[in-house]
């Protein structure tokens, strides 16, 4: 019986991760658990200390979901960070909107930290 090369087994791992992000979203269902899982996943491809989500949705302060959950001393800072990472590569010449990010969190706003 013949083994495969190690990349061969990498990649076939890499399916599988992918693979399972595919089920996990297809559902529209408690997204925020499912988008945390797919986070979780995420980690599995790429070695990182913390992955993060940046939503932006029309009208709606920006919100992040992070795995692990950053602690509430540094949430401001992660999403100030994913929103001048956005700025940097969103097609548009525009800077984000202040108070679409939250600077000033309100009632039900939500922000994060990013600790380098």
Avoid at 23 to 32: F, G
Avoid at 44 to 68: I, K, M, R
């Amino acid at each position: 019986m013949t083994q495969q090369p190690p990349l061969a087994h990498a990649a076939e791992a890499m399916a599988r991760v992918l693979a399972d992000i595919a089920y996990v979203l297809a559902s529209a269902e408690d997204v925020e658990t499912r988008v945390r899982y797919v986070l979780e996943l995420l980690r599995g491809l790429v070695p990182c200390e913390q992955c993060a989500l940046l939503q932006t949705l029309p009208n709606l302060p920006y919100q992040v979901l992070a795995v692990p959950e950053p602690p509430p001393a540094g949430q401001t800072s992660l999403r100030l960070f994913l929103t001048h990472l956005l700025a940097q590569v969103a097609e548009s010449p525009d800077p984000p909107d202040l108070q679409a990010v939250g600077t000033a969190p309100g009632p039900g706003t939500r922000t994060w930290q990013c600790r380098w």
